[in-house]
């Protein structure tokens, strides 16, 4: 149980253009979804923390305007990098969890999705 | 901002050796959770620590929790090429009545055989 799908795994898009990067809780609700970026050989930097049905809250730094986040539901978490440039290149994973509970220690990622601006 | 410092940050051993991977904080953690990350794909749990002192054993991999709840540690014993990947620390953390999960700045381990 407690499966993330993280759609797509790979894009390439042209700059200007915008992708959206979806991720989905398959076997249980997600109230609260992270969103991830992973530079090479670094270690996972929180960008947003994305609540159901309420605005994400952004880590400092990150622009909401360049990264929109859409959590509509309980099972999908959205992320759009807009207005795409090479510098937005890199690994985006989310994660989810169902419930804060004793028992739900760790958390649940997507398997990534790299982005490549050209 | 990392708030989880790992040390080393990068680590390359022969196949058969000992290491040890440390994570550090100065805030005390409720529960602290150890995963590793292999290239293009995300995170994948080893373990929880949840009591200061604690120590938990995964085969080769020993897991500790220091008594304060403040740091913690990874020993990998007769390291195997299997092993090499990103290891990484994390854990929730309450700011302005919102849970964040926050990783380490995460250790590269490189097993050569």
Known sequence: ?118 | TQLLEQSPQFLSIQEGENLTVYCNSSSVFSSLQWYRQEPGEGPVLLVTVVTGGEVKKLKRLTFQFGDARKDSSLHITAAQPGDTGLYLCAHDLLASGTYKYIFGTGTRLKVLA
């Open chain 1, 1 to 118: 149980g407690a499966v993330v799908s993280q759609h797509p795994s790979r894009v390439i898009c042209k700059s200007g253009t915008s992708v959206k990067i979806e991720c989905r809780s398959l076997d249980f609700q997600a109230t609260t979804m992270f969103w991830y970026r992973q530079f090479p050989k670094k270690s996972l930097m929180l960008m947003a923390t994305s609540n159901e049905g309420s605005k994400a809250t952004y880590e400092q730094g990150v622009e909401k305007d360049k990264f929109l986040i859409n959590h509509a539901s309980l099972t999908l978490s959205t992320l759009t990098v807009t207005s795409a440039h090479p510098e937005d290149s890199s690994f985006y994973i989310c994660s989810a969890r169902a419930s804060r509970t004793i028992a739900n220690y760790g958390y649940t990622f997507g398997s990534g999705t790299r982005l490549t601006v050209v």
